[in-house]
Each structure stands twice: as structure tokens, then as C-alpha cells.
């Protein structure tokens, strides 16, 4: 592919078949990631993986009622209803095995999952060897068939994108208190039973609606990564339900564009590796949670400490004497040359030994107390308590009132 | 209508007792967690749920809260089914069954007190949140309030639940443990919040698990293991026979602290030999 095809998809400009799948695409990544950051919340990832399972034996069965009627079985009213009631009929046999038996929802769900999943292809092979199985095409379903989407499942997709944010917007309050603390919502009086069916109504919307375009088994991916990519960037739920949303729409958007542009590359992979990457990226470089901003934090922490026990050390009257990783980072910093302390040196050590006999001080006498963001022992006393405080712990025992600091 | 349930008027309820339980039974198998349990609570002071571990504790919160379903009793509020009474209560769960991961900040989670009020569909408005922080300025950490809850500590985590329970505004607080592994300043400010929500004219029902201690926060005691063994004022239910009888053999000669006997001076005590151990 050349760079100019891979624009053109990207930017809609590749003819009208393809702008409809991409944009059709996009908007099934935004209500999934938007629907998905509730369900991570509610800790129900694995419910979604066995709800979109348990459709398959429904479309078999739909198709197999509506053909022995006589009617049209391909019809996709027809097969999405059947993938609809099985799907919820997964569902609703988890949470019947988790409230009635002692067996944990985990085995639950493995079992629903595989069985129902072990019927729709039992029934599959069944249709298979009928005179009018062979052009049913319910196989696409299990991988989905992005290529197909039509202009009529482009807006349907885009009214479900919608009709996901104006759900996540409206009971956002509601999923949030129910995400968080059931218990509570119920005491208030809250119908969580409800509200936790229009969370599970909305994921079984997306699920059913998307069955076509990425297919039953990576459906779920779309629900769970961009939620857990979003995860990464932020402490606020809401910013976390959009970033879900965008991620899911970029992994959808890019997805359907790349597997345009490779002949016979099975979209719903793709697509749900494009979201895959972008939780690689997430996961690696998000500055909040990110592997790589924490790992960076620990090691600049670790060395604070190592340099502020050096110099305390030496402080004390110790010969300078410390890892050559630490003597190579006091060098580094100016502190040290040629294995004593710089004049530089010696003032932070002077400032680090009185700065940890505060802190020390602090400790014994509030013990309680917690001071904000502050990294204990080596963030400047000064900087992190109020100024009175730090004299009263400067000129000894004289206690001062029991308060809390922030930070 | 689903929901929001008006809240009965002071008058309605002026004469009735906050809580009165009768024959309540909840059992999950063979054998009641709660069995026939009756129970009704004093107008005014602090009241404490005391027993041993398993012996329905806060089954009997939860019962009462109707968040498990009961095999047979009932549960009045104020003269009235707690279906009906849901804006007069308040809750405070145990600490441990939130996920503190979430993503919320402390306000946040203070401001889900105020939802049954804002009602449906509505975001949380500027008056609603200022409630939340002036709640949590209560409870001593307005300064935490954009803090995200998972960088707090135990014992702000439970001060955060006690601020969003005041953001309730209820006439009844169910409280689960509030005093479960925190600090002692944490002990301190809960109680004194106990103590104004008290002095307000508010009933406080708390699960509590320090017999040290219940003498010095609490006015009344509620003794339970599987069925009520005896409720009254702390001064003369809670005694050595009582407390055999709510805990078997289980309890130390050293546990038994009888009203007025060992008592320590007030909540502040833990502070004060550390504060002289500093010289």
C-alpha cells in the first residue's frame, strides 16, 4: 500500500464503500469504549466476553426457526433477535449459577461461556450439511465481516455511538454510585437492580449491533481495551469514559482503514490489534499511572534517598562512602569530586541532615499524620509543612495542637 | 415512580422510635445468620452493635437497610417501612468493600450522599457540592478533597465514608465498623462527629468492635450473637454475665470492661504519652 491510499482511507476520501465502513466502525469503537469503561468499573470485563459467546447458538437457532417457517433465515432482524435473547439468556444463567450456587462467578462465566459457544457450533456444522446452510454465511459472525457494512449499519452504528453517550451522560451519576458501591445506592433507595440492567442492556446493544463488523469473539476486546487503555491516563472517571470512547473510535477508525487497504486482512483483527496497541502505548507512557512514569518515579525517589543517606552520612562525621552508582550521581549533580564533597556538596549535606532530624521529629511526634503528596524524609521539610510547624519542631518537645496537614 | 421518595415530615415521626425491629430473621443456609431478632431504639444516644465475630452484625445493619433480603420480621423506621423511609437513612459501609481504586476523588465520593436529593439524570449542581465539602471539612479533610481516594489513607478512607454519610442528611446513621483500623486522629474526629450527630437529636447505630472502647463512645448497647442477648443503656446491660453470654467462652479475663470501671479519660488519650514521649 502506498502512503497516499492509507491517507485517503484514513481521511474518508477512498470511495464511498470505504468511508462507510470506517466511519460505521468508528462510531461501534466509540459506544463500545464509552459502554466498556462502565463494565470495567462494575468488574464485569469477562460478563461481556460471555455475553457476546452465548449469541452464536441464537443466530444458529434464528436462522433454523426462520428457515423451517418458511421464511428468509439470512434476514439480519432476524438473526441479531435470535443473537439478542441467547445472549441475554448467557447472561441471566451466570447470574442464576452465581446466586443460587456457592461456585464463583469466574467459573460461571467459563462455563456459560464455552458451553453456549460449544452449541452455536455444534448447531453451525448442523446448518452446514442443509441443502440451504451452504449460503447462510452465519460463519461471519464469528469473525465478523467489517467489508460488508452497508450504508443502513453505518448509521445504525452511528445512532447506537450516540445513543451510548447520551446513556453514559444521563446516568452518570447513577453508574458511577453503582460502579462504586452498590450497597450504598441501594440504601439510598436506589433500584440498582435496574440500573445495572440498563449497564447490561447497553453492553448486550453493543454487542449484538457490533456482532457483524468485528464478530463475536473480539467484541469484547473493543468493550474492555479502550477502558482499560483510558485507565492509564486518568484519576477521573468522567475523562476516563471519553478517553475510552476516543480510543475505541480511533481503534475502529484506523482498524476498518487498514484492513481496507490489505486485501483478505480479517478487519476485527485488525481492529482490535489497533486498540491493543493503543493500550501498549497507555500502559507504557500515560504520565499518571503509565509503567514508565511510575518506574521513573520509584527510581528518582530511590536515588533521593541514596543521596540524601549519603550525605547525612558524611554529615555525621562518616568518611564519604557510597555505591559507585551513588558517588557517580553526586558527581553528576556537583555534589562530589574525586570521592570527597564539593563545597556544594557539603551545604546539601548540612541541608539533608537537618532536613531528616525534622522529618524524624515529625514522625514521633504526629504520628497520625499525613502529610499530602510529600515523599517522607527527603522532600524539603520546609516546603511541605506550615512554617510555624516546622519551628516548633526545630526548637523541641513543646508539643503544638494536633492538626492535619495537607499537602 | 422509582424514585425520589419525599421524606416524611418531623411530625410525622417526632413521637416514633428511629428503629424498631421485630422477629427479624435472615439465613443463608441451615443455620441463621440473624434469628428473631427484636429491637427497638432509644430517641437519643449513641448506640452500639457489640459481638463476636459471624454473630450477624452487620447482617443486622444490612437487614435492617433491607440490602439483604430477610426471611421473615420487619423493619420500621421512624413509625414506617424502610422502603418508605430510604431520605431519613443514612449508611456507612465497611471500608473494605469499595474498590479504592476507582477513579474518584474524595469530593466525588462525599457528593454521592447528595444523589438521592439531586434525583434522576441530573448532574451534581454547585449548591449540592458545596454540601459535599462542607462535609468533608467536618470530618477534618477539606484539604483532601480533589485527592484521589485510592492515595488516602485507611483511616481518611473511613472519614471520607463519614462525610458522605453526613452529606445524606439522614435522621438514622448505619455505621459498619467506622472505627475498623484507622488512626487515632481518625478515631477522634469520627467520634466527635458521632457525638454532634448525637447532641443534633440524630440517631447513630453503630457496629462496633472494641469492648475497650464501648463504654467511652457509646450510651447504649446492643448485644448480639445469631439472636439479641441484651440491649439497654451501656451502665447496665453491658456486664461480665452479659458478655459471657454474647461471647462464650471466648473472651480474656482481661477483656471484660464494665461501665465506669477502667474507664480511660476521653477519645484524646492516645495522643497524649506520645506527644510526652517526644521530650
Known sequence: ?407 | MLFPHSAPSIAETAATPPLEVRGLTVAYNRKPVLWSADYTAPARGLIAIVGPNGAGKSTFIKACLGLVPAVSGTVKVHGGPVAKRRALIGYVPQRETVDWDFPASALDVVAMGRYAMIGWCRPVGRAHKEAARACLDRVGMADFADRQIGQLSGGQQQRVFLARALAQEARVYFMDEPFAGVDAATERAVIQVLRDLDHAGRTVICVHHDLQTVADYFDHVLLLNTRVVAAGPVATTLNAETLRQTYGGRLGPGDVPMAGRDRAPDPGRDLAPLERGVA
Open chain 1, 1 to 407: 500500500m502506498n502512503p497516499a491510499d492509507v491517507i485517503a482511507t484514513l481521511t474518508l476520501q477512498a470511495g464511498f464503500n470505504s468511508a462507510v465502513v470506517v466511519a460505521g466502525t468508528a462510531c461501534l469503537g466509540v459506544a463500545a469504549g464509552a459502554i466498556g469503561g462502565f463494565m470495567l468499573l462494575r468488574k464485569r470485563a469477562l460478563v461481556s466476553d460471555a455475553l457476546s459467546h452465548a449469541t452464536l447458538p441464537g443466530i444458529a437457532l434464528a436462522f433454523l426457526i426462520a428457515t423451517g417457517l418458511g421464511l428468509e433465515g439470512r434476514s439480519l432482524p432476524v438473526l441479531l433477535t435470535g443473537a439478542l435473547v441467547s445472549g441475554l439468556a448467557g447472561v441471566l444463567a451466570i447470574q442464576a449459577i452465581t446466586r443460587h450456587t456457592r461456585l464463583p462467578e469466574d467459573a460461571a462465566i467459563g462455563a456459560v461461556l464455552s458451553v453456549f459457544f460449544g452449541v452455536g457450533v455444534v448447531l453451525l456444522s448442523h446448518i452446514q450439511t442443509l441443502a440451504t446452510g451452504n449460503q447462510a454465511g452465519l460463519k461471519t459472525f464469528i469473525l465478523g465481516q467489517t467489508a460488508a457494512m452497508n450504508q443502513g449499519e453505518a448509521l445504525a452504528l452511528g445512532a447506537l455511538a450516540l445513543a451510548a453517550l447520551a446513556a453514559a451522560g444521563l446516568l452518570f451519576k447513577e453508574f458511577r454510585l453503582l460502579c462504586f458501591d452498590p450497597d450504598f445506592a441501594a440504601g439510598q433507595g436506589w433500584p440498582t437492580r435496574r440500573i445495572d440492567l440498563a449497564l447490561m442492556g447497553l453492553t448486550t446493544l453493543v454487542t449484538v449491533i457490533g456482532l457483524q463488523t468485528v464478530g463475536l469473539i473480539l467484541i469484547v476486546a473493543l468493550l474492555i481495551v479502550p477502558a482499560a487503555a483510558a485507565r492509564f491516563w486518568t484519576e477521573r472517571l468522567w475523562v476516563m469514559v471519553l478517553v475510552a470512547a476516543a480510543l475505541g473510535g480511533a481503534s475502529g477508525w484506523i482498524g476498518a482503514s487498514l484492513s481496507a487497504l490489505v486485501p483478505r486482512l480479517p478487519a476485527g483483527a485488525v481492529i482490535v490489534l489497533v486498540a491493543g496497541a493503543l493500550f501498549l502505548v497507555s500502559f507504557l507512557a500515560a504520565p499518571a499511572r503509565g509503567v514508565v512514569a511510575t518506574a521513573l518515579r520509584q527510581a528518582r525517589l530511590r536515588l533521593a534517598y541514596a543521596e540524601q543517606a549519603a550525605l547525612a552520612a558524611h554529615e555525621a562525621g562518616h568518611p564519604l562512602d557510597a555505591s559507585p552508582a551513588i558517588m557517580a550521581w553526586l558527581r553528576l549533580r556537583g555534589l562530589a569530586a574525586d570521592g570527597v564533597l564539593t563545597e556544594r556538596g557539603r551545604a546539601a549535606a548540612s541541608a539533608a541532615d537537618r532536613n531528616r532530624r525534622l522529618w524524624e521529629r515529625f514522625l514521633i511526634r504526629y504520628p497520625t499524620l499525613i502529610p499530602g503528596q510529600a515523599n517522607w524524609g527527603i522532600d524539603p521539610i520546609d516546603r511541605v509543612l506550615p512554617a510555624d510547624m516546622v519551628r516548633d519542631l526545630e526548637t523541641g518537645p513543646a508539643g503544638m495542637a494536633h492538626r492535619e496537614i495537607a499537602g
